[in-house]
């Protein structure tokens, strides 16, 4: 089995929460992080994703309530957290796809 397989899952999820339409960010945000704790509950990601996890964990905590913190944070805060899921999504995925063809 692909150790990667919950962790792509997971944060395939969050970015999916993130790309909500007519949903207000902070909602959004509440829901992909979610997801993120679920992603890294039992482990962490590799080297290539853990800049953007600790990123992630710098910002919104490793674990919740996020709500009052998704209510209070500034524009850049906003964008960083965005994008750092969205990099991390990236290097789970390419995690996961690499283990796939080596196998």
């Known amino acids: 089995m692909n150790p990667y397989s919950y962790q792509h899952e997971k944060m395939g999820e969050a970015i999916h ?3 909500l339409p007519d949903v207000p960010f902070e909602k ?3 829901a ?17 994703g853990f800049n953007h996890f600790d990123t992630v964990a710098q ?4 674990s919740g309530p996020w709500e ?7 524009p850049l805060q906003r964008s960083q ?11 789970v995925s390419r ?8 196998r």
Do not use: C, N
């Open 17 to 19: 929460y993130l790309m």
């Open 28 to 30: 959004k945000l509440v």
């Open 32 to 48: 992909g992080m979610m997801e993120f704790e679920h992603a890294f509950h039992m482990s962490l990601p590799s080297d290539s």
């Open 59 to 62: 910002i919104m905590g490793r």
């Open 68 to 74: 009052e913190r998704a209510a209070t944070l500034t």
């Open 81 to 91: 957290v965005v994008k750092a899921l969205w990099e991390l999504d990236r290097a």
């Open 95 to 102: 995690d996961y796809y690499t283990y796939e063809a080596q």
